[in-house]
């Protein structure tokens, strides 16, 4: 059975860096299209950036990030560790969310729909 944990949240001051992990067990995640999605209080849950897996996919890797977070936020993928990161650089207050990590279908558009299994999500505090 497929498993996702996060880790790697935690409080920071505006322009703070964190990196977020989510490995999985139980299956191997390179075919699938993988993805990080956040929600705060009262709020819907966004994608914020996703990548394309391998299986069926010509663009294996490809990438897709929501406006707000384009030139600071990355997402990668390590394969041989069956994990997947979310690198946040210069956190802004409206980044504070509950963030969660998926895995779905390997030519993902970001759509949350997309996604079948779920991690338990990190939550991710921008405060001075």
């Known amino acids: 059975q497929l498993r996702l944990v996060e880790s ?22 390179n075919v699938f299209g993988i993805g990080w999605f956040r929600q705060a209080p009262g709020k819907e849950r966004e ?3 996703c990548m394309k897996g391998s299986g069926g996919s010509t663009d294996f890797g490809a990438t897709y990030y929501v406006d707000s977070v384009k030139g600071r ?14 690198q946040l650089n210069n956190l802004k207050p409206d980044d504070t969310a509950r963030y ?9 558009t970001c759509i949350r729909e997309e996604f079948t299994s779920w991690g338990q999500g990190t939550q991710v505090t921008v405060s001075s």
């Not at 936020?73 to 979310?86: E, G, M, P, Q, V």
């Not at 969660?100 to 993902?108: L, Q, S």
Request: net charge positive; hydrophobic share 35%.
């Open 100 to 108: 969660y990590c998926a895995i779905g279908h390997p030519r993902t």
């Open 8 to 29: 790697g949240g935690g409080l920071v001051q505006p322009g703070g860096s964190l990196r977020l992990s989510c490995a999985g067990s139980g299956l191997a995640l």
């Open 73 to 86: 936020f990355t997402i990668s993928r390590d394969d041989a560790k069956n994990t997947h990161y979310l």
């Open 47 to 49: 994608g914020v950036a």
